[in-house]
């Protein structure tokens, strides 16, 4: 056991569990993707698929455990991550230079889970916590019945993108696992995901904004 703590205590291990993780939510969000197309069904469509998800029971619950333990682990190594990449480069970081084949969303990363992060807490205390399997479609049309809110919500769905669009493809480096006969195709995959992820989520509020 004392050699596997050593081994993610490393580098290389610390970003292994990143990617790791980061892959188990991009996971969620294709599952979250698709149940949210259910709100353009009407009331009726998303009170149905939330019945169908709840009736899992404690798998749902089991699930929730596994994210809360991702997400810990997830903020807590890339914060370490970050603050250690200051200590090594700080002159690179303060003239923001984009060396090295960083990209703007590689160089955003810090900034979009940080905001991400506030996002989610938001948006858990807001759709999820206390609020009744039947009153979901009436909250979820109150809230985005705020322009503020729909601004807010769709900031955050660019902060998605753009972190998907760079972690998706790095956890495969991460991992091991970037053979250049595959690595185009997870570069593309990772664009495709941003876009679908920006338009999907993002559409959401607009719509419900629209129809008030």
């Known amino acids: ?8 205590w490393t580098s290389i291990g610390k970003k292994m569990v990143m990617a790791f993780t980061g892959l188990i939510f991009i996971s969620f969000l294709c599952v979250h993707f698709i149940g949210n197309l259910t709100i353009y069904g009407g009331k009726k469509s998303l009170l149905n698929y939330s019945s169908r998800l709840h009736s899992l029971g404690i798998i749902i619950n089991l699930i929730e455990i596994v994210l809360l333990l991702c997400a810990i682990l997830h903020i807590s190594f890339g914060l370490i991550l970050f ?3 200051i200590r090594a480069r700080p002159i690179s970081y303060s003239m923001k230079r ?3 084949g960083r990209t703007l969303s590689s160089a955003l990363m810090p900034y979009s889970g940080a905001f991400l ?19 979901l479609y009436d909250v979820v049309k109150r809230w985005f019945s705020s322009f503020p809110y729909v601004i807010f919500y769709i900031l955050g769905m660019i902060a998605v993108a753009f972190h998907v669009r760079h972690g998706f493809w790095s956890a495969f480096q991460s991992l091991g696992l970037n053979h250049p006969k595959y690595m185009g195709a997870i570069w593309v995959l990772s664009y495709i995901l941003s876009i679908l ?15 008030r």
Not at 197 to 211: C, K
């Open 83 to 85: 603050l250690e990449n």
């Open 197 to 211: 992820f920006l338009i999907g989520f993002g559409s959401i509020p607009i719509y419900m904004y629209l129809i």
């Open 98 to 100: 984009y060396e090295g």
């Open 117 to 135: 992060l506030i996002f989610v807490i938001f948006h858990l205390f807001t759709f999820h916590f206390g609020v009744a399997r039947a009153e």
């Open 1 to 8: 056991m004392g050699w596997f703590l050593r081994a993610i």
